[in-house]
């Protein structure tokens, strides 16, 4: 174990802070062109793809687990339950599979 | 607005809640104190890192490549930064630079999903109950030490995917164009990491960038041959 363990921890918090904070302080009154504003309100949607997409089918070495979880999240948020309800119906869900 | 950010990240809270149980689990089996673990939780906040970081501390890396490691994985929140400050309301700089701290894969998805414009309030309320959760469960995994039922915790893994899902689908439901950066961003990213193995970190943020950078192009040419017919 390294003794200088606080100094990696304080390494790690900045390089952590630094692209967090940078652009919401540098691009404080920057007027975009339009089609990079676009770019940048399409970045949620993209980020979420590739935050869900493959990561949710890789959790378990068994591909049922990760297309079963999406499935039913899939399913109850498109019939409009909330999010606490989708959370807790896919690990209802993968508990009962986990189980079987 | 305090209330509504908080009311918007109780969801963040619990799915948090079995992922930092285990990071504190994880940092005692690896050696941290009881301290260093919390610290981390406070000072880092990100869950993917510091996962990665106890793994190479054990393996014996040195300091630099800890952090260089740490740097490339948390690249990302600098996108998410870029596209959170098109939304947000004109607060003082300090406010921006002490909320940009609690951004996360989680706390931007649920701001950036939100209708409006964020303030730093609502930002403030957001991050607070989802930090709260992630440093006093980082605590308990690592004083507590006990499992949960093996079952249990293997289902909670999907929490936090099934957050993410749930805040996509109403979007899709009601404009399709997110669908189509989602389903290309994922396509890429499945490309990147499961073909040419590029570190998640980055398969992120250039998957996301692709993605968004061809589907407005893609957009724009649509609108275009409209006007010309």
């Known amino acids: 174990m390294h003794s200088n363990i606080f100094l990696i921890i304080l390494g790690m918090g900045l390089v952590t802070y630094i692209p967090r904070m940078l652009p919401l302080t540098l691009f404080h009154r920057i007027e975009l062109p339009p089609f990079w504003r676009g770019v940048l309100r399409n970045v949620p949607y993209a980020t979420l793809g590739a935050l869900i997409i493959p990561g949710i089918f890789l959790i378990q070495d068994d591909p049922v687990f990760g297309i079963l979880g999406f499935v039913s999240a899939v399913i109850a948020s498109w019939l409009g339950a909330n999010v606490m309800i989708v959370v807790f119906v896919s690990v209802l869900v993968l508990t009962v599979y986990t189980m079987v | ?229």
Not at chain 2, 32 to 52: E, H, K, R
Not at chain 2, 128 to 135: E, K, P, Q
């Open chain 2, 1 to 229: 607005m305090f209330r509504d950010g908080i009311k918007s990240g109780v969801a963040i809270a619990i799915g948090y809640a079995p992922v930092a149980l285990t990071f504190g689990l994880l940092a005692k089996s690896t050696g941290l104190s009881l301290m260093d673990t919390t610290l981390m939780s406070m000072i880092v906040f990100a869950g993917a890192a510091q996962y990665i970081s106890l793994n190479l501390l054990s393996l014996g890396t040195g300091p630099f490549e800890i952090i260089l490691t740490t740097f490339i994985l948390n690249i990302r929140h600098f996108l998410m930064s870029a596209s959170l400050n098109e939304k947000a309301e004109n607060d003082s700089l300090w406010k921006k630079a002490l909320y940009a701290f609690g951004i996360t894969d989680e706390t931007f998805s649920v701001a950036a999903m939100k209708e409006g414009t964020i303030s730093a309030s609502y930002m403030f309320g957001l991050i607070f109950i989802s930090y709260s959760s992630w440093v006093v469960h980082s605590a308990i995994g690592h004083i507590v030490g006990a499992h949960l039922p093996e079952n249990v915790q293997v289902s909670l893994s999907v929490a936090l995917y099934a957050m993410f899902i749930s805040l996509l689908v109403p979007a899709v439901k009601t404009e399709r164009k997110a669908l189509w950066l989602a389903v290309c961003a994922g396509a890429i990213n499945c490309v990147l990491l499961l073909w040419l193995h590029v570190p998640k970190g980055w398969a992120i943020v250039i998957s996301t960038i692709i993605s968004a950078i061809c589907i407005q192009w893609v957009v724009e040419k649509g609108k275009e041959t409209e006007y010309a017919q």
